[in-house]
């Protein structure tokens, strides 16, 4: 049984949103559409929304939806490369190297099952 310290702790701990953003990251990802968009461009640097839609056969609207989620969660980011939007992963936080290789050995294994 915890003591009522720990269990300060814990709380402490648990009602402040984490720091890396993991509910943002884990929501975003839970969509089927978006965590195949972000393996995409774990894959390939720089697809740009038509391209996406076209690997996906998707409308533009529905990847620019799903895309502009997975931005504000702070998996990608985007790169205005004349009229067209290109989008990598963000390297900005540091626990999406460990997501990126979860989803990579992830791919892996389903490949080989």
Known sequence: MLSSSDIKKI???SLYPSK???DRVFSALADPTRLEIFRLLIGHKDLCVTDIAKILDLS????????TILEQSGLISRERVGK???FSI???NPVLKSVKRVIQVGRNYSRST
């Not at 533009?60 to 895309?67: P, R």
Request: hydrophobic fraction near 40%; aromatic fraction near 10%.
């Open 60 to 67: 533009l609207a529905a990847v620019s939806h799903q895309l």
């Open 84 to 86: 067209m939007k290109c």
């Open 20 to 22: 890396y953003g993991l």
């Open 90 to 92: 963000s390297h900005k």
């Open 11 to 13: 709380k402490k701990f």
